[in-house]
Each structure stands twice: as structure tokens, then as C-alpha cells.
């Protein structure tokens, strides 16, 4: 039986909600660091890694100890949030390289392991503090596929999922929006005049760099406004770093460069560093008024992803990583704007910061042809953007200098062969 034959079961038993698996029609039956192999054989490199939760690539050899050695130890798999050696490890070994270097004071809570339950428990605890309902979200928003993390949500098709009104949330334009607009000039009129019909907002939500919304970069200058209006006014400023966070731009967290200190920061995908479910939300001591359990979860004890988790932050301990993804942004910059330059048919932007790039083009379905042209040719890589516009690049961290080339290569192959110029470059 061949892969292609196999991909019936899913077609004929999973629910049609399924996506990943019609963007890569093949059966993946091993990864390991950068790279993936179907059950034919065929060899992939990984722009995508797990959407973002790979950021220290398939199964590090490190992080499998962790596990195997758990595991064959009959440490406990799940415990709410009782306490364990796998928890203590995690909180002690976060505030040590994290938080301690960075002189930040926070407390660490574990919602549901997902992104969108991080993103309600910082929507909950924010409007316990303050009392107020109103949250301040921004235009091309993903916060999570939740009620409430969807109501900050900007994208029309996922909002329309929900099956009701999506309410309490005010959404804003985003850093760049409308070009020559000031949109922190335009936010900052509507909460102060009383004729705008806003009421005070219990919070802000952001992501520095807008992952599902198109790669969009807010602005150090902007971030640091749209605080400086949060404290002014007595807003709390959450930043979800679901996404960009981990490393993902560069530092460990998104807003480092910024120079930022948010009241609330979500974190999941890559923080258990294995790919596990596991979410973190970090709140400053005195917004810490949860009562006991007032916030809780099943699934909120995975003690495989704190011994994984414990494990990735060694990459921390030194600038030496975060210097490396700096060094491999730049390969994948200089690349990109040269395809933007050479191939103006594209009519394309590069867009992102760190290891969290885009292609943005102007030209209607063009990124979605050319990352089912990379498939084709051995490149794992979607699309994002409220139009699927932008051809989205989230490589694993840890990926190789000849594996970047490589795949650059491959896009290179495949926008020739979308537009028709197979033989225009060599």
C-alpha cells in the first residue's frame, strides 16, 4: 500500500476540520533536528516547526533523555498542580536564566497547556485587578481559538467559527496598518474622549510580531508607546508571545529589544522546548489575586514537558544562542530581499524579525502556489495573513547553515516554477 493510498483513512474517519494534513498530503513518519521523512522516504526541511512549537527542532537528543529517564523512573505524568521534582526544577531553573538575568519580577502560573488558554487566563486576571470588562486588541490579532481568546482575534473566518457575538474587546489598528497613519494617536483619542463611545479598557493585548496575521513587526518605538499610554492610563499591557516568544525573534522573549515591561506575558508552543503541551502565564506579583483554583485545568501538571522544558532553557544560560539566530536572520534576509528584487512579478515585502519571516505579496493565491511547489520539491512551509498573502517562515532555531541554503533554494525552484521561469535563473 503507498503513502498517497494510505492518506484514505483520514480522509474517510477524521473530521473535515483537519488542515495541515491537506497542506502536506504524506504521512510523516520520523524528524529529527531540522528535517522530516515520509513513509516513501522522501526528505523534508522544516520552515514551519510545528507552527512554532519546534523551536529547538524534532526530538533533541537532550530533551529524549529527559523523557526516557522520566519516564522509566515512574515519576508522575500528571498531577494538576500538585507538586513535583519535574514542576520545582522548572520554576527554579526559569527564574534562575530567565527572569533573574533580565531583572523581572514575576510570578509563573500554568493555565491549560495551550496558547489560547494562557491568553484567557491573562483576559481573566486582567479584568479581575481592574473590574473592568473592555480589552484593547489590535487589526490582524490571533490570540487563540477559544471564546474569549477569539474575541481578540482579528481574523473574520476564525471570529465566525465561534457561532455567537464576540464581544468586550475593541479592536485597534496594529503598528503600519494604513500607511501614514498614526495608529497610537487614534487609540489614545478613543479612550480619552468621552464622546468616543469607549469605556477605560481593562487591558491591551498584543503580539510584537503578528504571526497568523502576516508577519507583521510592530516597531520598538510603538511598543514602547503603547506602554507609556498603558501606564499613563492605568491600563494593563499583555503580550502574547505564544508565538514570537522562546527565542523565536531573536531573544528570548519578543519585547526584550524593545525595552518593555508587560504586566502580563502569555507563553506556550515552544516553551516545554519538546513540542509537548505546556502554557506559562507570567503576571507581575501584585496582579497575582487569583484565589486558589479560581483559574485551573486537568491538564495542568505535564511533568514531561517541565523535564523537557527545564532541559531547552540551557540554551539560555549564555548569549551564545541568541547571537546564532541573529546570525542565521541575517542568511535568510539577505535571500529573501534578493527574490523580492529579482522577481518583481511577485509584488512581495519582506516582512519579521529574527527566525519569524514572510514574503508578503501583493498578488492574489501567489504564496499559497509556491509553498505547494515547495512541498513538491522537499520544503515544509505555509502561509499566513488574513489572505493567506504571506509566505511564512518559522525554521527550528537550531537549524543548520546548509539546511537554510538549502531551503532558500527550494523557494528560489519554486517561485520560478510558479511564475514561469524555470530556466530565467540559475
Known amino acids: 500500500m503507498t503513502n498517497q493510498m494510505d492518506m484514505s483513512v483520514f480522509e474517510n474517519l477524521e473530521s473535515a476540520v483537519r488542515s495541515y494534513s491537506r497542506s502536506f498530503p504524506t504521512i510523516f513518519e520520523k524528524a529529527k533536528g531540522s528535517q522530516l521523512w515520509d513513509g516513501e522516504g522522501n526528505t523534508y526541511i522544516d520552515f514551519f516547526a510545528g507552527a512554532g512549537a519546534l523551536n529547538y527542532g524534532h526530538n533533541n537528543d537532550a530533551m529524549q533523555e529527559k523523557l526516557i529517564d522520566y519516564i522509566k523512573s515512574d515519576g508522575l505524568l500528571h498531577s494538576l498542580d500538585m507538586a513535583t521534582p519535574a514542576r520545582a526544577e522548572f520554576l527554579q531553573k526559569f527564574n534562575d536564566v ?11 502560573m500554568f493555565p491549560g497547556p495551550t496558547g489560547t488558554n494562557t491568553v484567557e487566563s491573562a483576559l481573566k486576571i486582567a479584568r479581575k485587578v481592574t473590574g473592568r470588562e473592555k480589552v484593547i486588541t489590535f487589526t ?18 476564525k471570529r465566525h467559527g ?41 487591558a491591551v493585548i498584543l503580539e510584537t ?34 508565538q514570537a516568544g522562546c527565542g523565536r525573534t531573536g531573544t528570548f522573549f519578543s519585547f526584550e529589544k524593545a525595552g ?47 523535564a523537557t522544558a527545564a532541559e531547552a532553557l540551557n540554551h539560555w544560560k549564555t548569549d551564545e544562542f541568541s547571537e546564532a539566530i541573529e546570525q542565521k536572520s541575517e542568511l535568510f534576509l539577505k535571500r529573501l530581499n534578493q527574490f523580492v528584487e529579482e522577481y518583481p512579478e511577485l509584488e512581495a515585502e519582506v516582512r519579521g524579525r529574527g527566525l519569524m519571516l514572510g514574503i508578503a505579496s501583493k498578488k492574489e493565491g501567489l504564496a499559497g502556489q509556491i509553498a505547494e511547489a ?51 535563473k540559475v
Open 98 to 108: 530567565i527572569l533573574k538575568p533580565r531583572n523581572m519580577d514575576y510570578k509563573v
Open 140 to 157: 490582524n490579532a490571533f490570540h487563540g481559538m477559544t471564546i474569549g481568546a477569539l474575541s481578540v482575534t482579528g481574523n473574520s473566518f
Open 162 to 202: 465561534a457561532g455567537i457575538p464576540l464581544t468586550y474587546s475593541i479592536a485597534m489598528p496594529f503598528d503600519d496598518y494604513m500607511d501614514g497613519y498614526d495608529s497610537l494617536d487614534y487609540l489614545e483619542k478613543m479612550i480619552q474622549d468621552g464622546g468616543s463611545g469607549i469605556d477605560l479598557p481593562a
Open 209 to 242: 510580531v503578528q504571526g497568523e496575521g502576516g508577519i507583521n513587526a510592530a516597531s520598538f518605538d510603538w511598543l514602547k508607546r503603547v506602554e507609556e499610554l498603558c501606564r499613563r492610563l492605568d491600563i494593563m499591557l499583555i503580550v502574547d508571545d505564544v
Open 260 to 306: 518593555i515591561s508587560p504586566d502580563v506575558i502569555c507563553m506556550s508552543k515552544s516553551i516545554s522546548g519538546s513540542g509537548l503541551p505546556m502554557a506559562v502565564t507570567l503576571i507581575k506579583p501584585e496582579y497575582d489575586q487569583w484565589g486558589p483554583g479560581e483559574h485551573n485545568g486537568t491538564f495542568r501538571g505535564n511533568n514531561l514537558a517541565f
Open 374 to 424: 515547495a512541498f513538491e520539491r522537499g520544503l515544509i512551509i505555509e502561509t499566513s495573513g488574513p489572505d493567506d498573502e504571506v509566505l511564512k517562515m518559522l525554521p527550528p532555531l537550531i537549524i543548520e547553515e546548509e539546511a537554510i541554503v538549502k531551503g532558500l533554494d527550494i523557494i528560489e525552484e519554486s517561485i520560478k516554477a510558479v511564475l514561469g521561469k524555470e530556466e530565467a
